[in-house]
């Protein structure tokens, strides 16, 4: 069984960016990382380091695993995509930047993570954190999430492997979520529940 990684070593994996998973330390630290396969090298320049997935996996061990309703904002303060249902949400203007931001953050982290460099499908970390992804892709391109006395989508995951599935208000509210996932390089399909007849989206980050 491979060891735990130094306080050090964990200082830093901790302040990795929430998104990308970008590192900073001197160069000994993160080649010390990059031995124990926690992070990678990227062949471009600026030759940044990133978290691997087992490095992503290292740093949600220490941490409390979110509650099936994520707050907007994590305990330390760390940027999260509402996936609806929250008691109190803040539609500022400081909210639009941190969404944008994060989802720059994104396309950028699938640029220099997907073998090709391609930004118009779901990167690895996506594939980890459905929810979070998928709600992030909602949010950014003005999608309303449900509020307590609100309509707006809703993300929740599935027990089925890579998929998650979205609520909103039937007839176009669901179609408009079903094309901004699509355009974010999600598949998607409309669905009944059987026991409710409530229409939802199950949808899966594509591969190709």
């Not at 699938?110 to 929810?131: I, K, Y």
Request: hydrophobic fraction near 35%.
């Amino acid at each position: 069984m491979s060891r735990p990684p130094t306080a050090a070593q964990r200082h830093i994996i901790d302040d990795a960016d929430p998104i990308s998973g970008r590192l900073r330390g001197t160069e000994a630290q993160l080649a010390a990382l990059v031995k124990r396969g926690l992070a990678f090298r990227h062949p471009r320049p600026p030759h940044d380091h990133f978290l691997t997935p087992a490095g992503h996996r290292t740093r949600e061990t220490a941490a409390p695993q979110p509650p099936a309703v994520a707050p907007p904002t994590e305990p330390d303060g760390v940027f999260a995509a509402r996936v609806g249902g929250e008691e109190a949400v803040d539609d500022g203007a400081a909210r639009a930047r941190e969404v944008h931001s994060a989802w720059q953050g994104l396309l950028e982290l699938r640029r220099m993570t997907n073998p090709d460099g391609a930004t118009d499908r779901p990167c690895g970390w996506e594939r980890t954190h459905l929810v979070r992804a998928a709600a992030l892709a909602l949010e950014a391109a003005g999608h309303p999430p449900e509020g307590p006395a609100t309509a707006g989508y809703r993300v929740r995951a599935t027990p089925q492997p890579e998929a998650v599935a979205v609520y909103a208000p039937e007839g176009e509210p669901l179609r408009a979520c079903a094309g901004t996932l699509e355009r974010a390089g999600w598949q998607t399909g409309e669905y009944t529940e059987p026991r409710t007849r409530t229409r939802y989206l199950l949808a899966s980050p594509r591969r190709v």
